[in-house]
């Protein structure tokens, strides 16, 4: 009888202790050494409970009851604690900008790396929460390669960063908010520190949906730039550089506009006035918004950049090369570049500086916007180039890794490699918009505190709104002194 009973409790205890080893290594609560560390622990236990049964040790019904309790408890607990986790991600709150981020696992090849580098890769996606943005990431990202790119679906997010830390696939589509999600788990802590962000998707909710040029049509779009280092470009910044960029293709013309950004505009999310390129750190819409409403034309699209992405679109170019009006030397880089009067050849670095610079100037900011102007210009040559080379890929892949923007890419650069007069010279005209000085009350430093700003002069904006209404009308624009009173 008595061997009856104790093979009962043989088979019930190895019967939980299979179990609970199911559940132990089918938990990602769980993982690694500790598995084994956990089922050995309970192979010993219930080994010991099987002899003190066998041989009649005095607790030998105490000890059995511990072991099956917490094989019990266990067989309970970790299904209980999984089904939590595999629901701890939430969809995050809809805001204004969301980003969604493209994340490699960090060696050392991997810091100068871009969505480029990794077209013929696979992408993790995962399908629990916030498959709206992700999905628009993945439009975007085949966009940008200029061709789908090859997706891995993952049922929950904790599966998506267990493939990407295992090295199943190479490249991590993830919602930022919910990476600070995963960061709260002991596991994750580090997970910026181990893993490059390659590239980022930024979404403005604000912001006009991808514009599709129309072959052969004049457009009107915003450039932007800000002055950081940034390895991920967002809609949401300080616009250090703002340029109108106007197309006629028709035509072969170009018209480009400087714009100062300390320009006295509109904020129509405050329902105020203030820098122009303060409205750029509430999105790229309301900066777009603010200059729409002070030359009082419509905005196709815009173009965001900053000091990295823009100095790397100067070198994925090969350089590009500037009719320089005046010698001066660049003081605020590091090293100092003197550049000389007349044709001057400029790479990434020296480009950066040529812009940035704002002290040497006889008319500060006015000579600033001017360079500004001259650079983009020699981009679109070098650009119209490469392209009658033949190397429209690699115009293609320097400006999709150097820009933000809400532009089909294959449409504006189709302007350039039309089959019929792909020799002609583009025309490009230059204006630089200025202000008048005045102390007003800002958003920025309300009324308190007046700042100085650069209030628009009517009659330029009213020459620009004149220039810019011939360009979209698809007549072309003849070169005037523009007004400066």
Known sequence: MKNR???????IMLLLLLIFCFFLFTTQMIEGMMRYVIACIGLVAVAVALYMSLTQKKYAKVVTMVVCFSLLFGIIALPYQQNRLDHFFTTPARTEITKVGFYVMKTDETADRTLADYENAQFIVQTEVDLEHEFSAVADASSRLDGEISTVEYATVFHALEALYTGKQEVLILNEAIVDQARTLSKYRNFLNETEEIHVFTKDRNAKEVVTVKENEPFLV???GSFTNDVSLTASCSNEVNLLLGVNPKEKQIVLVAIPNNWYVYDQIEDGYDWLFQLGRKGISNAVNGIEKAVDLDISGYMITNVLHYRDLVDGLDGVRVENPYAFTASLSNPEYTFEKGQIDLDGRQAQAYIKERFVYENGDYDHNDHEALVMKALLEKSKQLVNEGKKEQVLKAYTSSFLTNLD????????????????DWDYVLYSMG?????EVTLSYGEKYPQYVMKPIESQVTFIHDVLVSLLKGERVEYEMLPQE
């Open 5 to 11: 009973k104790n093979a009962v409790i043989m088979m």
């Open 222 to 224: 915003y450039v932007a």
């Open 409 to 424: 890419y294959s449409d504006v650069y189709s302007m350039y490699s039309a089959d019929s007069d792909i020799n002609l």
């Open 435 to 439: 202000g008048t000085s005045s102390l």
